[in-house]
């Protein structure tokens, strides 16, 4: 006789998770406007967490271009990749756009140089001053009965402002005006810039013989993708910032293992257009547009930068690597010409 058993109750098996999705990569957008605006000293790579070949792009400054423009090309056909190999994040609903502008860019640029180019051959005009002495008046005839009464003098006018006046009082209301700021210590610290302001020259000093470097931050410490200094042991030079900013610095950042002082001041302090110097500069130019002839002995970065306040202006007028000798068309002013140099440069406006 059989012993009857009772049914094994079946188990329903658990149902598959749906895999998680992978995360997106970096932001398009954001890769795509500092490949084109600051791509040249690797940022886009340090975006991008590529931090070696963004430190070798940084050196050679992009390539003399030809890297910077590689970048661009890869970013807008949508090739780019961040460290994780995973591909930027609305890249199509953003490409059209960064196509249009890119495009416009290149041609307001193209447009630009052969206006600028064309204009620099003409004579600006000259201004007359008028000036009258008092032995112009003449004088009454000596033989004169009477005493003539005294001519009365016309009212002195006041003197007109000058051209490098012009050009300071036009920095100061693009970038800001403020209290000049002087800092000094030993070591990495933070430096609060001026508020309301958004740009001025930075002249900073470094005694120490390792890293030296200062980088401007947002308000949330972010940073704007403005390196002023960037340099190994003793520094002397001035910067500016707030000029290519891709965000509205509100401190200073400092790595430094010596001492060091800041003197903060605004844009309209610079002076003006020197004819040779040494090291990094910050000057106004007010003149007409021009050629401008630079020569510079140093055996590092050698860069010259425009900043005339227009829209699509980009203003890098030269990009080279070591000893440099030529001539590139200049803007008229009032503008901001930065220098950024290792060794002795000189500027000719012809």
Avoid: C
Avoid at 26 to 42: A, D, N, R
Avoid at 176 to 183: L, S, Y
Avoid at 242 to 269: H, K, N
């Amino acid at each position: 006789m059989s012993i009857p058993t009772a049914p094994v109750p079946a188990y329903a098996a658990p149902p598959m998770q749906p895999a998680p999705p992978a995360p997106d990569g970096k932001s398009f957008l954001v890769t795509w406007l500092l490949s084109l605006l600051v791509g040249v000293f690797g940022v886009d790579r340090f975006f991008l967490g590529k931090i070696g070949t963004g430190l070798l792009k940084l050196f050679t400054l992009g390539g003399l271009g030809v890297w910077w423009l590689v970048d661009l090309i890869i970013i807008l056909a949508g090739a780019a990749r961040d460290k994780a190999a995973r591909p930027l994040d609305g890249y199509d609903k953003t490409k059209l756009v960064a196509w249009i502008v890119t495009a416009a860019l290149v041609l307001v640029g193209g447009i630009s140089g052969v206006v600028n180019g064309a204009s620099g051959t003409g004579a600006p005009a000259a201004t007359v001053e008028q000036t009258q002495s008092a032995s112009d008046q003449g004088s009454p005839a000596d033989d004169a009965a009477t005493e003539e009464p005294p001519v009365e003098q016309p009212a002195e006018k006041p003197a007109e402002e000058s051209a490098a006046d012009k050009a300071a009082s036009w920095a100061n209301s693009a970038w800001g005006d403020f209290e000049p700021i002087q800092k000094s210590g030993t070591g990495d610290t933070i430096i609060t810039l001026p508020e309301g302001a958004t740009g001025g020259i930075v002249t900073a000093t470094h005694k120490g013989t390792r890293n030296f470097a200062v980088s401007v931050l947002d308000a949330n410490n972010a940073s704007t993708a403005e390196l002023l200094v960037n340099t190994i042991g003793a520094y002397s030079g001035t910067t500016a910032w707030g000029i290519s900013a891709l965000g509205e610095g509100v401190r200073l950042q400092v790595t430094a293992d010596g001492a060091w002082t800041f003197d903060i001041r605004p844009m309209g302090s610079a002076p003006v257009l020197a004819t040779s110097g040494s090291g990094d500069a910050v000057f106004l130019y007010a003149g007409a547009a021009g050629a401008l002839t630079a020569t510079h002995d140093g055996s590092r970065n050698f860069v010259v930068q425009e900043e005339t306040g227009e829209v699509f202006s980009i203003g890098l007028l030269i990009n080279d690597i070591g000893a440099y000798s030529g001539t590139v068309p200049l803007s008229s002013g009032p503008s901001v010409i930065t220098v950024t140099a290792d060794g002795n440069w000189s500027l000719a406006v012809g």
